[in-house]
C-alpha cells in the first residue's frame, strides 16, 4: 500500500478500525439494534459490532458501534486551507498598524441572530483571551466593541457605522438548520448593502461548524473554526489591513 494511501488505526496497524455515535428515531429494542448494525455497515463498517445503545426517551435510542472501515484515505486527495499570512507578537501587530493607520483599529464584535453562546467571540477580544494567549482588548492599538450575544443584523451594521469599524468578527455557534450559514449570509448582503463598495469592513465569521474555504459563498473574508487563537484574528487583521491599503 503507497505511503500515500492509509486506514484508521485501532489496535494494529492498517485494521481500519472506527468507532462512531449517533442517534436513530427508534425505542430501544432488537429491532432497533439491527437497524444501528445495518446503517453502520452501509457507512463502510464491515463487521460492525454494537458496543452501546441507550433509550433516549420513549421514541429514540442512542448507539455506539465499532467496527472495520472498508474505505481508504488517499493524501493526495486532501485539499486544506494553509494560512497565508505570518503569526504575529502582539508587539508586531501594534506596531504594524500604528505605522500603517497611524490610529487605532476599530474591531466590533457580536453573535447575531438567536445565538446566545459568547465563549467563542469572548476568547477572542476579551483581554483574558484564550489559550494563554491575551485577547484583541489587550492590544494597545485595537480599540474593541463587543456587543454580546443575540445581535439583530440592523442592529450591527448600524453600530459599525457609528464606530467606523475596520473590521467586524461574528460568531455563530447554534447550527439548527443550518442557522450560522444564514445569519451570516444576511449579515454581509447588510453589510455590502449599506456600505459603499470597496469601503465594507473586514468581515469576519468565526465558529466550530464553518467549512473552511466557504468565504465566497458565505460573503466573508475571512472564516476561522474551532482552536483559533486571538493572535490568530489579530495577525489576520493586519494582512488583511495591508492588502487592503496596498490596492
Known sequence: MSSNIIRPYGDTTGDGMVQMSFTLPLPHDKRAEGAALQLARKMGLDPALLVHAKAMGPDFTFFVVYGSSTHLVNLDEVHVVEREYPLLSAKDANLAIRKQLRRKLVVVGACIG??????????????????????????????????????????????????????????????????????????????????????????????????????????????????????????????????????
Do not use: C, W
Open 114 to 247: 438567536t445565538d446566545a453562546h459568547t465563549v467563542g467571540i469572548d476568547a477572542i477580544l476579551n483581554i483574558k483571551g484564550f489559550a494563554g494567549e491575551k485577547g484583541l482588548e489587550y492590544y494597545r492599538e485595537i480599540r474593541v466593541v463587543n456587543l454580546g450575544a443575540q445581535v439583530l443584523v440592523p442592529d450591527l451594521v448600524a453600530r459599525a457605522r457609528a464606530e467606523k469599524a475596520d473590521a467586524v468578527l461574528v460568531s455563530q455557534v447554534v447550527t439548527q438548520k443550518d442557522a450560522h450559514i444564514h445569519n451570516t449570509t444576511q449579515m454581509s448582503a447588510a453589510f455590502r448593502e449599506a456600505y459603499p463598495a470597496g469601503q465594507v469592513p473586514i468581515l469576519i465569521a468565526g465558529g466550530p461548524r464553518f467549512e473552511e474555504g466557504s468565504e465566497g459563498a458565505l460573503g466573508v473574508d475571512r472564516i476561522f473554526g474551532r482552536g483559533t487563537t486571538p493572535g490568530e484574528v489579530a495577525s489576520y487583521l493586519v494582512h488583511e489591513m495591508t492588502q487592503r491599503r496596498g490596492r
